[in-house]
């Protein structure tokens, strides 16, 4: 914490100097038309009474769910938005009402006294240009500097955002950097006409988390440094608590809570900031507890559940041993040649009945690869994959689909896994009438399955854009479970939600995990959520498994380095616990890595660590 | 859908074009084939509307049937490209061993310009409306082929079809349900340049003298008849031209309102 932040800390303790203002809404209504042509159905709020604050030095972290209005805030403070939607109320940047500017001179205040980032920064960038040009555009248009002082202005910023070799990264594209790298050019874009607002739309929420630790920590220091105002917007409790001083929390287009981190954090006064925080898994909770532990926030289910310590019964229901996968992808430097990229390297598992592995790692670890070949969607190099007793990879095609009647699958993203063609009961049906099963008695059980992920019956005859995404990925869950399966393979299956549906999602799948003695392979990235309901974990890092072990053994004794960078880096939702500045630092490129042929180090317990 | 002005004005062109062939018996004034010299070359007039040949036919009723040919032959070359392509399509796109060898002659094809692919053939099949129907076929199906399999390429990767083969449910009913509804859209759209293209090649290959045989009226050859007098008599091509490129064109922005209306991605649910 720098003596810049604490001197204009909680509003409660400093009395608000108006000279430090950066940013001050009032009554901000953003309406938008809706249907169009001789259609038109009216008008549509999006945002309602927003009023808020920015002082200088100052981070507002603006939190809530998706639909809450929290990016059309920023857009409408930036005038970005499309002619059909009108802005109402005021928005004064230093004294100056943006909403009177004419579109010309709002261009002007654009990049210039208001910097922005957001979620993507692959789209965000031009994939034709250098990345050194778009930096020198932005301070040409903004006649910061011209010619060589913006080249040199340009090497400057990219050197500040921690770039290494910044010189020779100015004639780099978009495409050869890594997605922090990315991130942390358009900071250093938006940083090029020191601007007194900064205003991040979800910056961090495409990276990894140790990446994203990086970049919090980079806007932290620029903060520090410059005394930038910056309003933070992210659907992440985790991130929200990291960085800001004040919170707003939003719902439905209106403000539900506004108030110092800390109120916000630990005496929240509205209902929803607190459901909204129950929803949210941290590290750390699970201690000391002995199996996975449902939300108790929603009431509706998993209050009455607890599942029960793991009975381990029968030998394992998934047993995969020395799997490899690879695959040809061409050379950077040459098109005719290629090279093998190893996705998996000799990774093995078991898994029994009624329990939760979850695999974790960052993108590019292989864990998708990994749920991939499980499946049979991804053919395997060597290595033999076992399910309910059976080898999967040594059979004939008839008799594999007879065995992966036993392992079913959920996926990541719940709009993309329904055919939008299809009633939801013909979607349910699908894998009962493959297997045989005479249509009525395939409806019948569609019927069961709906209830049993706790949906209606009547939803049976919908169509999936009738659905929400929380509804849709029960709906996933309940087609998958349509086969009686032993083992679920959950890819990345609540990472597309939000928080609280996260929650539900969850907890129905500890749920049918206890009912069903369901033995759950969990992939994910989020530490949190893997501690809250796995018995197990294991650690993937570049397509190894590094360390394996009981969920308490890995959170709590982490043994492999990479293990205790991962756990490090997750923020919590707690501002009294943040990060130190620079405690995490972003590993820039790839770091030369052949497979350690490294040996097992058993830690006892069937925690199992690869020794560096 | 009428509300579309290029799906109303080019759909009412080809719906009358239509008709116009469809009841050519009745709209007839002098029957199409019988000769008369003593007529040679008339201007149009109240008893030859559209003016005489060179063997002095009726052109007002030569237009009339000779809209039937183009239109059957556009008609029938949509129909049997489209079912053709679509099938070869699904095949190269899902079965993944084929696509390498489907894929490369239908290269080979299409490095053929269709005109002389549909010349030489129907130079080896014979003069007769179907031999130039499969003529043109052959010419224009390589472009269906990779419109399908690029389709079917994208959509054999999503979810719901990855959901399907991991619960069992067999590859030919994975085409059926899953991925053939799905490039209906297109293929409407595709058809209608194919029916426009196929007509403009009938009348390429009748002008040169390789297609319809003289003795059926089409636009085509009614022009091809036409070109060594059409300096003298410039209605003789006048007619049958004016038909052809105004159905092409009804067809082709029929194609493009069909396209737009189709679209998915527009933004109808915003």
């Known amino acids: 914490m720098t003596t810049l932040r604490t001197a204009h800390g909680p509003a409660e303790t400093t009395p608000a100097d108006p000279a430090d203002e950066v940013l001050s809404i009032d009554g901000l209504t953003t309406s938008i038309r809706t249907g169009q042509g001789d259609r038109r159905q009216g008008e549509q709020r999006l945002i309602e009474d927003i009023g808020f604050s920015v002082r200088r030095g100052q981070t507002l972290g603006i939190v809530g769910e998706s639909g809450s209005g929290k990016s059309v805030t920023a857009l409408s403070i930036m005038r970005l938005l499309p002619r059909s939607a009108t802005v109402a109320g005021r928005v004064m940047l230093k004294g100056r009402n943006l909403t009177t500017l004419s579109d010309r001179q709002m261009a002007d205040v654009r990049g210039d006294r208001i910097g922005m980032i957001f979620q993507e920064p692959m789209t965000s960038l031009n994939p034709v240009l250098p990345v050194g040009l778009q930096i020198e555009e932005s301070l040409r248009r903004h006649k910061v500097a011209s010619g060589q002082a913006a080249r040199r202005r340009a090497v400057e910023l990219l050197d500040r955002v921690r770039i290494p070799n910044a010189a020779r990264r100015t004639a780099e594209y978009p495409h050869q950097l890594s997605g922090g790298m990315r991130q942390r050019v358009m900071i250093a874009m938006a940083l090029a006409c020191n601007p007194e607002l900064l205003i991040a739309d979800e910056p961090t929420t495409a990276l990894d988390v140790t990446t994203q630790a990086g970049i919090i920590d980079l806007l932290k220091q620029i903060q520090a440094d410059d005394g930038t105002a910056i309003m933070f917007i992210t659907h992440d409790m985790g991130v929200v608590a990291e960085v800001s001083d004040d919170v707003l929390v939003m719902r439905s287009g209106r403000i539900v809570e506004h108030g110092p981190s800390q109120q916000i954090f630990h005496r929240p006064a509205e209902t929803y900031t607190r459901q909204l925080l129950n929803s949210v898994p941290r590290i750390g909770d699970m201690r000391g507890k002995p199996g996975p532990a449902p939300f108790a926030s929603i009431g509706d289910d998993g209050a009455a559940l607890a599942p029960s310590p793991l009975e381990v019964a029968k030998g394992p229901v998934l047993r995969v041993t020395d799997l490899s996968v690879s695959f040809r992808v061409r050379n950077e430097t040459s098109r005719f040649r290629r090279t093998t990229l190893r996705a998996v390297r000799g990774v093995g598992f078991d898994l029994r009945a009624g329990e939760t592995l979850a695999i974790v790692g960052e993108s590019g670890c292989g864990k998708s690869t990994l749920a991939r070949s499980i499946m049979g969607l991804q053919a395997v190099d060597s290595g033999a994959i076992e399910v309910a007793g059976r080898v999967a990879t040594s059979m004939t095609a008839a008799e594999a689909r007879l065995a992966r009647k036993a392992i079913q699958m959920v996926f990541q993203d719940p709009f993309a896994s329904l055919n939008p063609r299809l009633r939801i009961v013909d979607s349910l049906t699908e894998p009962l009438t493959a297997h045989g099963v005479s249509s009525g008695g395939a409806r019948a059980t569609a019927v069961r399955l709906i209830e049993e992920v706790g949906l209606s019956a009547e939803m049976l005859d919908r169509l999936p854009h009738q659905f929400s995404g929380g509804q849709r990925q029960r709906i996933c869950i309940a087609r998958a479970l349509a086969l009686e399966p032993e083992v679920i393979v959950a890819d990345e299956a609540v990472s597309a939600l939000d928080v609280s549906v996260q929650a539900q999602v969850l907890n129905l799948l500890m749920q049918l995990q206890a009912r069903r003695g369901l033995a759950l392979l969990f992939i994910s990235h989020d530490m949190a959520v893997v501690e809250r309901l796995s018995h197990r974990v294991a650690v993937m890092y570049r397509g190894q498994i590094v360390e394996i072990g009981p969920r308490a053994a890995v959170f709590e004794r982490p043994a492999h380095a990479y293990t205790r960078r991962l756990l490090s880096a997750v923020p919590l939702p707690d501002p009294s616990r943040r990060h130190k500045l620079s405690g995490i630092e972003e590993l820039f490129g790839t770091p030369s890595a052949e497979p350690s042929t490294a040996a097992w180090t058993d830690l006892g317990d069937g925690h199992r660590v690869l020794a560096a | ?270």
């Open chain 2, 1 to 270: 859908m009428l509300r579309n002005p290029s799906i109303a004005i080019g759909g009412g062109i080809v719906v009358l074009m239509v008709l116009l062939a469809l009841f050519a018996p009745y709209l007839q004034t002098i029957d199409p084939l019988s000769m008369n010299p003593l007529n040679r070359m008339k201007d149009p007039s109240s008893a030859f509307w559209f003016g005489t040949d060179a063997y002095g036919r009726d052109l007002y009723s030569r237009v009339l049937y000779g809209g039937r040919t183009s239109l059957t032959v556009g008609f029938a070359v949509a129909v049997l490209s489209t079912g053709v392509g679509l099938l070869i399509g699904l095949i190269a796109g899902y079965y993944r061993s084929l696509d390498g060898v489907v894929m490369r002659i239908m290269d080979g094809l299409m490095a053929i310009p269709a005109v002389l692919l549909a010349i030489a053939l129907s130079a080896l099949l014979g003069g007769s409306v179907l031999n130039v129907v499969i003529a043109i076929a052959v010419a224009e199906s390589p472009r269906v082929v990779r419109l399908i399999r690029g389709i079917v390429l994208s959509l054999r990767e999503r979810q719901y079809v990855e959901a399907a083969l991991i619960s069992g449910v067999s590859r030919s009913r994975i085409i059926v349900r899953h991925i053939l509804p799905s490039t209906f859209a297109p293929l409407a759209v595709q058809a209608t340049y194919v029916f426009a293209s196929a007509m403009v090649l009938e009348a390429i290959l009748s002008f040169i003298g390789a297609g319809i045989p003289p003795t059926t009226p089409s636009w085509g050859n009614i022009i091809a008849e036409g070109r060594q007098l059409w300096q003298i008599k410039f209605f003789i091509i006048l007619y049958p031209a004016l038909f052809l490129s105004l159905t092409v064109f009804a067809i082709n922005i029929f194609g493009d309102g069909l396209r737009d209306r189709l679209d998915q991605r527009g933004d109808r649910h915003l």
